[in-house]
């Protein structure tokens, strides 16, 4: 099943605003997809995201890496991991599990991670619900819309 929980529109002058608002609203959730196209917005928003969490490493574009790992400290100083991953070359869920996707997920479902997915579409069966289905679609070139959905 699956719900709307939130849209926003956001321009680049706006996306920290949106990545705050972004986090209070989908606080508890451990489990991020993030769909759109080539040049959507998926990496530019998640930084964001990772910029107000005050991730500790520097964060760098997955590009080269299919999983990037930080590190941050949530409330009640726990100290929180943060997988970012791009499955964009991953050729379905047999390849994704190959290359360790599943046991992040597994640290996630557990509470001690979040995983940032971009092009979750390669693997959409390894994704354990409930999970938030968030799909940036472009406006025009400055504009992105956001939609967000959990799926249960
Ligand atoms: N409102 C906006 N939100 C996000 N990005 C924007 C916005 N307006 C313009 N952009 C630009 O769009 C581009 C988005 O690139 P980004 O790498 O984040 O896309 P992506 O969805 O991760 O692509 P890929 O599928 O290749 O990983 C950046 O150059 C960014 O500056
Ligand atoms: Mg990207």
Request: charged share 20%; aromatic share 12%; with cysteine.
């Amino acid at each position: 099943m699956r719900t709307t929980l939130f849209q926003i529109s956001y321009s680049l002058h706006e996306i920290r605003q949106a990545a705050g608002r972004f986090i209070e609203a989908t606080s508890g959730y451990t489990v991020f997809a993030f769909s759109g196209e080539m040049g959507a917005g998926k990496t530019t928003f998640i930084h964001h995201i990772c910029d107000l969490l005050q991730v500790e490493d520097a964060v760098s574009s997955p590009t080269f890496a299919l999983i990037n790992e930080y590190h941050y400290t949530a409330s009640a100083q726990q100290d929180k991991i943060i997988y970012h991953m791009d499955w964009y070359r991953l050729k379905d869920a047999a390849d994704a599990i190959n290359a360790g996707m599943e046991d992040c997920l597994d640290v996630a479902i557990k509470g001690g991670a979040l995983c940032f997915i971009e092009w979750p579409e390669k693997a959409i069966e390894l994704l354990p619900v409930p999970y938030l289905w968030i799909s940036i679609d472009t406006i025009d070139i400055h504009e992105r819309k956001m939609t967000i959905e959990v799926v249960s």
